[in-house]
């Protein structure tokens, strides 16, 4: 096991040929939430900064989480021939659509109507670990059913589904989605 107090370039190329990654988040009670991320959503601007852009999905639990509670991690697992688990712990910082820098850092991903949130992570350790226990998975292809969704969707329903299935936490905590993703007419 090792610990760093940034991304090494090694640890960055490794991250650039992942497929799916993890990410954790919890407030300082209730449920902590983990979940598989994959597509193009995730890019590392330096050793200490990754930006990741939250799509919609089934909760928000990570846009709730991290307005009490800024921590943020991020896992990542080798399948292939050399094992490895890389854990990046962090603060992050949601930056929503109605936000100034929105429009700036979203050009960084393919343009989604799904965009959600981008999660701006300042790193602050780097664990790489063994991965020996992780079993071989073959990457067979991307899916492409959240793609055809948003398209089917457009950005009134996806707007409809976010008042409806992402406006609050687990806990019951408000995402303030609303508030933050949806211009008013």
Same mark, same amino acid.
């Given at each position: 096991?090792?610990?760093?107090?940034?991304?090494?370039?090694?640890?960055?190329?490794?991250?650039?040929?992942?497929?799916?990654?993890?990410?954790?988040?919890?407030?300082?009670?209730?449920?902590?939430?983990?979940?598989?991320?994959?597509?193009?959503?995730? %890019?590392? #601007?330096?050793?200490?900064?990754?930006? @990741?852009?939250? *799509?919609?999905? /089934?909760?928000? $639990? =990570?846009?709730?989480?991290?307005?009490?509670?800024?921590?943020?991690?991020?896992?990542?697992?080798?399948?292939?021939?050399?094992?490895?688990?890389?854990?990046?712990?962090?603060?992050? %910082?949601? #930056?929503?659509?109605?936000?100034?820098? @929105?429009?700036? *850092?979203?050009? /960084?991903?393919? $343009? =989604?109507?799904?965009?959600?949130?981008?999660?701006?992570?300042?790193?602050?350790?780097?664990?790489?670990?063994?991965?020996?226990?992780?079993?071989?998975?073959?990457?067979?292809?991307?899916?492409? #059913?959240?793609?055809?969704?948003?398209?089917?969707?457009?950005?009134?329903?996806?707007?409809?589904?976010?008042?409806?299935?992402?406006?609050?936490?687990?806990?019951?905590?408000?995402?303030?989605?609303?508030?933050?993703?949806?211009?008013?007419?």
């Amino acid at each position: 096991m090792e610990h760093f107090d940034h991304l090494t370039q090694d640890l960055q190329k490794f991250i650039e040929k992942q497929k799916i990654f993890f990410v954790g988040t919890a407030t300082s009670e209730g449920l902590i939430n983990i979940s598989p991320k994959g597509l193009e959503s995730l %890019k590392v #601007i330096d050793q200490n900064k990754i930006l @990741w852009m939250n *799509l919609t999905g /089934s909760g928000n $639990e =990570s846009a709730a989480h991290t307005q009490e509670n800024p921590r943020m991690t991020l896992m990542f697992i080798s399948f292939e021939k050399k094992p490895l688990i890389l854990r990046i712990y962090g603060e992050a %910082k949601a #930056i929503h659509r109605l936000d100034e820098k @929105w429009d700036d *850092l979203s050009s /960084s991903f393919p $343009e =989604s109507n799904g965009s959600r949130q981008i999660f701006d992570l300042t790193v602050s350790l780097v664990q790489t670990s063994c991965g020996y226990a992780v079993p071989y998975y073959d990457f067979k292809g991307e899916r492409d #059913i959240l793609k055809k969704w948003n398209e089917s969707a457009g950005k009134k329903g996806i707007q409809k589904y976010w008042k409806e299935n992402n406006a609050q936490s687990l806990d019951g905590i408000e995402t303030n989605i609303e508030k933050k993703n949806i211009e008013r007419s």
